[in-house]
């Protein structure tokens, strides 16, 4: 069965600080990864997907993932935290081909000026 | 391009009663999944529809029901609603090509409070 843990529910940084948000995942295949955000009251906004491509996998606003099959890791990170960066995160594994998604937790990021 | 939209945005409901959620999908998506996001909590997968056709199933009971129109839309029912079905339900669309699906889209949700 596949998972996915976020470590850490909650991640505080300041303006300019580098943003990290950890994902591991368990799949006993090759794996689609996806990284979401989620603003107050909002929908979930795709910010970049695995595909068994590039293992480092740029999004949008600045986000970026490296996939590392060795560590099973797929952590989420920006060089510098934006005020508008805070909002929760989740990561998320494709299960089957249903195009099913398994979810983390989240993560809470917090970015204080 | 219109994106995926849900309606209502919020709904109150009485414990025991019956409530059907609404969403259309983004243009050229074939494939609808619905899922529940309960406060604090990853969202979690209830079912998917293709073709007007259940295609998966999460661990809801069957009191989770839906339907995918021939536009595919979906309509999420919850019969014989309990305090815990309070959550933000989410709905996604995609294009599912052969046995391929690919990444999904999400609408904004609708917030469904049961006293």
């Known amino acids: 069965a596949q998972s996915v843990t976020q470590l850490g529910s909650h991640v505080s940084v300041s303006e300019g600080a580098l943003v990290l948000l950890r994902c591991n995942y368990s799949?006993?295949?090759?794996?689609?990864l996806f990284w979401y955000v989620q603003y107050p009251n909002q929908g979930l906004q795709l910010l970049l997907k695995y595909t068994s491509a590039a293992t480092l996998v740029k999004g949008i606003n600045g986000f970026e993932a490296e996939f590392k099959k060795s560590e099973t890791s797929f952590h989420l990170t920006k060089p510098s935290a934006h005020m508008s960066d805070a909002a929760e995160y989740f990561c998320?594994?494709?299960?089957?081909?249903?195009?099913?998604?398994?979810f983390g937790q989240g993560t809470t990021l917090q970015v204080k000026p | 391009e219109t994106g995926v939209t849900q309606s209502p945005t919020h709904l109150i409901k009485t414990r025991g009663q019956q409530v059907t959620l609404r969403c259309s999908s983004q243009?050229?998506?074939?494939?609808v999944s619905w899922y529940q996001q309960a406060l604090g909590q990853g969202p979690q997968f209830i079912f998917q529809y293709y073709r007007e056709e259940e295609n998966g199933r999460g661990n809801f009971p069957p009191r989770f029901s839906g339907l995918q129109f021939p536009n595919y839309s979906s309509e999420l029912n919850v019969n014989a609603l309990e305090l815990d079905d309070s959550a933000l339900y989410l709905c996604?669309?995609?294009?599912?090509?052969?046995?391929?699906?690919?990444?999904?889209?999400f609408g904004p949700g609708t917030r469904l409070t049961v006293t």
């Open positions: 243009s050229g998506h074939n494939t």
């Open positions: 998320a594994v494709r299960s089957g081909n249903t195009g099913k998604l398994i």
């Open positions: 996604a669309s995609s294009l599912s090509w052969g046995q391929e699906s690919y990444e999904q889209y």
């Open positions: 799949s006993s295949v090759p794996p689609y």
